[in-house]
């Protein structure tokens, strides 16, 4: 059985996430989608609209759940038995961020391995603050989230 984390402030989650998702789904037993409580980035959503968000969105996928966590990331994935801790990378710009955090999650927890996926090149360039700066100015955000999170983001701020 081979369990996977996937970690981050997803405020909000994107296509990009989305996609990372979708095709770890196809690889992984489980996958638990963890969204960080204490995360350092000052968030628009609050934790409970995250975990939401992400629910609506990985409904169809069955081997695909969602939890909030606080603390240290290896001691999530300890208590969830999971062997894995999925990051999707999408330049070589993310790698040294990656790494210094694949290698200290390695230091803190030998038994749990991070597995990177690049993610696909059509959401390359995307991330969760990209989409806030544009979604904030009513720009057009149709294709990098999906429309629920386009919903709940015109919500938030006011242009629905
Ligand atoms: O989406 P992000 O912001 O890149 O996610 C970063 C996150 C939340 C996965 C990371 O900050 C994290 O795991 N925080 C939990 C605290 C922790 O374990 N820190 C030590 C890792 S070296």
């Given at each position: 059985m081979i369990k996977a984390i996937y970690p981050g402030s997803f405020d909000p989650i994107t296509n990009g996430h989305l996609d990372i998702i979708h095709r770890a789904s196809k690889i992984f037993?489980?996958?638990?989608?963890?969204?960080?409580?204490n995360s350092r980035k000052k968030s628009l959503f609050s934790i409970e609209e995250k975990v939401n968000m992400i629910q609506n969105v990985i409904a169809e996928l069955k081997n695909v759940e969602v939890q909030s966590f606080r603390g240290l990331l290896i001691d999530c994935a300890r208590s969830n038995h999971?062997?894995?801790i999925l990051r999707g990378m999408r330049a070589i710009s993310d790698f040294e961020?990656?790494?210094?955090f694949a290698l200290m999650n390695k230091k803190m927890a030998p038994e749990i391995e991070t597995v990177f996926m690049v993610t696909s090149t059509r959401f390359s360039?995307?991330?969760?603050?990209?989409?806030?700066?544009v979604a904030s100015l009513n720009g057009c955000i149709g294709e990098l989230v999906p429309p629920f999170v386009e919903k709940m983001l015109k919500t938030k701020y006011g242009y629905s």
């Amino acid at each position: 059985m081979i369990k996977a984390i996937y970690p981050g402030s997803f405020d909000p989650i994107t296509n990009g996430h989305l996609d990372i998702i979708h095709r770890a789904s196809k690889i992984f037993n489980r996958i638990v989608v963890v969204v960080a409580e204490n995360s350092r980035k000052k968030s628009l959503f609050s934790i409970e609209e995250k975990v939401n968000m992400i629910q609506n969105v990985i409904a169809e996928l069955k081997n695909v759940e969602v939890q909030s966590f606080r603390g240290l990331l290896i001691d999530c994935a300890r208590s969830n038995h999971a062997n894995i801790i999925l990051r999707g990378m999408r330049a070589i710009s993310d790698f040294e961020y990656e790494s210094q955090f694949a290698l200290m999650n390695k230091k803190m927890a030998p038994e749990i391995e991070t597995v990177f996926m690049v993610t696909s090149t059509r959401f390359s360039y995307l991330n969760s603050s990209i989409v806030k700066e544009v979604a904030s100015l009513n720009g057009c955000i149709g294709e990098l989230v999906p429309p629920f999170v386009e919903k709940m983001l015109k919500t938030k701020y006011g242009y629905s």
